[in-house]
T-cell receptor, first 115, second 115 residues
């Protein structure tokens, strides 16, 4: 039961352009969402998060949008840089005792930014 | 501020053996979660500890266990290793606040290979 889905296995973007990574979820009880960047054989690096009470959060070149009615979130990277090339994971969690500390991850999207 | 530290980084074990992995969270963080990453299953939640108590557990067999010490350092143990246990094991720490979700920060991971 894949509760968090990233339907695009890969994305290729030109340097300087916008990268848009998408994520869908099925569990309406999720109320906190995160994006991570990951290189092979390393741990995920936290990028940005958003609570379900918001629909947008920005941090520098990264913006996350949340559409609760569609159960969809997206990560925008503007402008994209070659150093952004990595695997991007979205994750979701619930503010409920049986779910504390548990993140449910999507399968990841490989982003390649070409110079 | 030091990040999450996992030791060892790499480990090779034989089927049937047991292994113990260690995780030191960010100073002040009391929540430590463990994840397994494999190519086929992605990032899967193993369990979470808070103040020396396991609060949540994922869908893994009883061969996977863990504990947390009073200084918040955590260990996970896998007994009777199987080939399928070969994976990247990741530890994440967060500054959990009651009733609220916060971002989780990951260590570099321990790459376990079972032969």
């Amino acid at each position: 039961d894949q509760q968090v889905k990233q339907n695009s296995p890969s994305l290729s973007v030109q340097e300087g352009r916008i990268s848009i990574l998408n994520c869908d979820y099925t569990n309406s009880m999720f109320d906190y969402f995160l994006w991570y960047k990951k290189y092979p054989a390393e741990g995920p690096t936290f990028l940005i998060s958003i609570s379900s009470i918001k629909d947008k959060n920005e941090d520098g070149r990264f913006t996350v949008f949340l559409n609760k009615s569609a159960k969809h979130l997206s990560l925008h990277i503007v402008p994209s840089q070659p150093g952004d090339s990595a695997v991007y994971f979205c994750a979701a969690s619930r503010s409920e005792s049986t779910s504390y500390g548990k993140l449910t991850f999507g399968q990841g999207t490989i982003l390649t930014v070409h110079p | 501020k030091a990040g999450v530290t996992q030791t060892p980084r790499y480990l090779i074990k034989t089927r049937g053996q047991q292994v113990t992995l260690s995780c030191s969270p960010i100073s002040g963080h009391r929540s430590v979660s463990w994840y397994q990453q494999t190519p086929g299953q992605g990032l899967q939640f193993l369990f979470e500890y808070f103040s020396e108590t396991q609060r949540n557990k994922g869908n893994f067999p009883g061969r996977f266990s863990g504990r947390q010490f009073s200084n918040s350092r955590s260990e996970m143990n896998v007994s009777t290793l199987e080939l399928g246990d070969s994976a990247l094991y990741l530890c994440a720490s967060s500054g959990f606040a009651e009733g609220m979700n916060t971002e989780a920060f990951f260590g570099q991971g321990t790459r376990l290979t079972v032969v």
